[in-house]
């Protein structure tokens, strides 16, 4: 089988990770934290790092560090991660979603605006499969009604909107690391920000809510989201060499794209001209045309011995949002649609030619194409 996705490891990961263990340093107050942290932010282009256990809990401590209120609404795409929307509901707000932008499978920016009321606190757009957001007008409709932005770029590590960083915009920026992701930790998150009020906040809630001045005395509950030692070491390691692992994702997207490109029925990715795209995951939208939804398409690729993955499922469909009281406010027929048509190929670090050879000539062949 041709797996989906896999890590690569070829840098000083086991040198790293002996030393944690020849020192004694595995938990969360070993110095491989400050570390991962420092270089993170400074890769990014933020004063502060946070490092924390998933990309999950990165969300959630942000929408915390912001002092988001019960009732308080926080626009982001439908087409996410339930991460996105856990991260509001744990703290009693409510998600108000925006359907997609056909061609990058983004947010669609221009749809933020009517989603406003006087409730809304915050914007999260979500840079999707390695493409930035719109960013401009995120940056411009939160300037216009006040409102923060949560970027969440666990897509995107090293990708580039105007030759800005993916993860360099947000009032508060999160990463994850789990092992899918272009820099891994197993498991693992960050969030980063400029400003030091929300950088303490964040150190306390990811901390049980312990405060600096005092020991094991709580103002408020808060959770333990504190990064091992362990992990950090792995991340730091990962960071050295994150300019190669970005240069294989755009490679072997590119490899995809040659092998790809003449089949009519398959929307491939993209990239805008204001865009560095790192093609996290290689998706693919096959039109109706083709008699095929995701699932059945990713069934007969798994009869070829190549893992395929459907797209998310949009959170506006969720069943459980259906329990609750978040109405969906409108329609969201990009992401119905992408959601229904759209699956990712094989996008691992190690992928090989032969291997991305094989895929496409499998989706030939299942298309019934002999180009
Ligand atoms: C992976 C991912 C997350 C969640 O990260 P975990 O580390 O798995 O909790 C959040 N948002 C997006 C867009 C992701 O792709």
């Not at 560090?65 to 991660?81: H, Y």
């Not at 990708?159 to 947000?170: D, I, L, T």
């Not at 060499?241 to 294989?248: G, M, Q, R, S, T």
Request: aromatic share 10%; glycine share 8%; proline share 5%.
């Amino acid at each position: 089988m041709i797996p989906v996705n896999e890590p690569l490891f070829i840098s000083n990961e086991k040198e790293y990770l002996n030393r944690c263990v020849d020192s004694g340093w595995i938990s969360s107050e070993g110095p491989f934290i400050k570390e991962f942290e420092e270089n993170f932010s400074a890769y990014i282009g933020k004063k502060y790092g946070i490092a924390v256990s998933s990309g999950t809990a990165a969300l959630e401590v942000a929408i915390g560090a912001i002092g988001l209120k019960p009732g308080d609404e926080v626009i982001m795409p439908s087409f996410t991660i339930m991460s996105c929307a856990l991260a509001v509901v744990n703290y009693g707000g409510i998600p108000v979603f925006v359907d997609s932008e056909p061609e990058t499978w983004n947010p669609n920016t221009d749809k933020i605006e009517e989603k406003i009321t006087e409730k809304t606190k915050a914007i999260m757009p979500v840079h999707i499969y390695g493409h930035p957001c719109d960013m401009d007008t995120v940056l411009r409709i939160a300037e216009k009604y006040n409102l923060k932005i949560i970027e969440d770029a666990a897509e995107t590590h090293g990708a580039e909107y105007k030759g800005k960083k993916c993860g360099s915009f947000g009032h508060i920026s999160c990463f994850s690391f789990y092992a899918n992701k272009i820099v891994t930790t197993g498991e693992g998150g960050m969030l980063l920000t400029d400003n030091e009020e929300y950088a303490e906040r964040a150190r306390t809630l990811r901390n049980l809510g312990f405060i600096k001045e005092k020991r094991f005395y709580h103002k408020e509950f808060a959770r333990n989201y504190r990064m091992t030692n362990l992990q950090a070491a792995v991340g730091v390691a990962q960071l050295k060499n994150i300019d190669k692992l970005v240069e294989i994702k755009i490679d072997n997207a590119k490899k995809y794209t040659e092998r790809l490109k003449d089949i009519k029925e398959l929307q491939l990715p993209m990239e805008k001209e204001w865009a560095k795209n790192v093609y996290w995951m290689y998706g693919i939208v096959l039109d109706e045309s083709t008699g095929f939804n995701a699932e059945e398409f990713a069934k007969k690729l798994a009869e070829e011995e190549i893992a395929a993955r459907p797209f998310f499922y949009p959170l506006h469909l969720q069943p459980v949002l259906k329990e609750t009281n978040i109405k969906p406010r409108g329609e969201y027929p990009i992401a119905e649609r992408i959601a229904e048509q759209g699956l990712y190929l094989p996008s691992g670090l190690g992928l090989k030619d032969w291997q991305i050879d094989k895929v496409c000539e499998a989706v030939k062949k299942i298309l019934e194409k002999t180009c």
